[in-house]
């Protein structure tokens, strides 16, 4: 899985790669979302439905291009646009990373076809 793969980076270099940002727009559950990343540890708490695997769901997107249940094909790549409480047309991933020591961005976004 490729979050695992994220997370383990991590473990054996934690001074080597550390994400830094995710700003989510119109991502299932996140109308405008931005989330900042501190050095160690960082838990995501809220009640079923709060959108807690969607920002794993997106990390994963920014990185990879596909995330697990992409993958599985439970889900189609516009149904991660958001349709609740309305309708969105687009959505947007951004993700900031410091790796070794030089800061990246990932932006990929998402039309309704």
Excluded at 37 to 45: D, R
Excluded at 64 to 92: D, W
Aim: net charge positive; charged share 20%; hydrophobic share 40%.
């Amino acid at each position: 899985m490729a979050h695992t793969y994220v997370a383990f980076l991590n473990i054996l270099y934690p001074y080597l790669f550390m994400l830094t940002s995710l700003i989510l727009e119109n991502w299932k559950t996140h109308f405008k979302s931005t989330l900042n990343f501190a050095k160690g540890t960082n838990i995501f708490v809220g009640r079923i439905g709060a959108g807690k695997s969607s920002i794993v769901d997106a990390i994963c997107y920014a990185l990879y291009g596909t995330y697990p249940a992409l993958q599985a094909k439970k889900l189609t790549l516009s149904e991660t646009i958001m349709f609740k409480p309305s309708k969105k047309e687009h959505s947007n991933v951004t993700l900031l990373f410091d790796y070794e020591g030089k800061y990246y961005r990932v932006e990929r976004d998402i039309y309704l076809e």
